[in-house]
């Protein structure tokens, strides 16, 4: 193998699941959640709907049964064709699937892990409103302790064994929020503020390479448009790598049509990684700041 490109030893490890919250949550984070977000959400969604009705138009369409008289079809009656009639239809611009993907590392613990699952939810709650497709995930690393004794034996074998010098050689989690089929029941709900109170499970952050399982979930939408919001206090870990990696996966989503937006949670390290990102220090600036990017993605 070539040693310049970035090595996985394997992915058949790697969980991308719901996540769970327990049924003894404290009952409560959930209003909590929904109280330290609901101002920044009610202004957003104005905005978003004020954006989207601009971009919408109404036009008439000829060829139908009934309706209004389209007097240029009137040829069709001697030849017994009904359709001279024209009818209202709503054309909306937007054909946008958002992919919104949170940093769940341990370099994120703390303050910076409930201002970006606060955002993330303000952004989800938003989105839903106004009907744009749209999932939530997260991502970080998992340890061994859950691996047979026996999986967890031939890979430490193999690994002594080979002299290659893996980038990756434990497993991804991508924790699952909301997926695009799901609209903000209360399990959802239930979902960010587990992680935004608890904070478990969080570890290492492979960056690259979680963008890529998030962009082939994307891919698999039927929206023209895909747009990739990165939260993140962007300084991927792992192998000397890391860094290039994300750099270079940013570049080939780009050319695939996958927009890649980062979005700093109190740290500018995403300038290195994103050619378009802004950063966020209190979730109150939310609704100014990152509704300008949001609102450049809708009108453009």
Excluded at 157 to 186: C, M, N
Excluded at 193 to 218: K, P, T
Excluded at 239 to 268: F, N, R, T, W, Y
């Amino acid at each position: 193998m070539d040693p310049k490109q970035y090595l996985v030893y394997t992915r058949d490890l790697d969980r991308i699941e719901p996540v769970v919250p327990p049924e003894d949550m404290k009952k409560t984070w959930v209003p909590s959640l929904e109280e330290d977000t609901r101002q920044m959400t009610s202004k957003m969604r104005k905005d978003i709907e004020r954006m989207m009705a601009s971009q919408s138009h109404v036009i008439r369409t000829p060829g139908h049964r009934n309706g209004k008289l389209h007097a240029p079809s009137l040829f069709r009656v001697p030849q017994g064709d009904p359709r001279v009639f024209t009818q209202k239809q709503e054309h909306v611009s937007k054909d946008t699937a958002v992919e919104l993907v949170i940093d769940n590392s341990g370099s994120m613990s703390g303050a910076k892990m409930k201002l970006a699952m606060t955002a993330g939810y303000a952004l989800c709650t938003t989105l839903d409103a106004v009907k744009i497709a749209h999932e939530v995930i997260g991502f970080t690393t998992g340890g061994w302790h859950h691996l047979p004794h026996t999986i967890r034996q031939a890979i430490t074998d193999d690994l002594h064994k080979s002299s290659i010098q893996w980038d990756r050689v434990g497993p991804l989690v991508l924790p699952i929020y909301k997926t695009f089929e799901e609209r903000v029941t209360a399990t959802v709900k239930a979902r960010f503020a587990y992680m935004r109170e608890a904070q478990v499970g969080i570890s290492g952050n492979v960056d690259g390479e979680s963008l890529e399982y998030c962009a082939e979930r994307s891919l698999k939408r039927p929206e023209k448009r895909k747009v990739m919001m990165v939260l993140s206090d962007g300084q991927p870990a792992g192998s000397h790598k890391a860094g290039p990696h994300l750099s270079h996966v940013v570049k080939q989503l780009g050319k695939m049509g996958i927009e890649c937006i980062g979005i700093g949670i109190q740290d500018d390290s995403v300038k290195r990684y994103y050619p378009k990102f802004t950063v966020l220090h209190n979730a109150a600036d939310l609704p100014g700041q990152v509704m300008g990017e949001i609102k450049r993605i809708l009108m453009s």
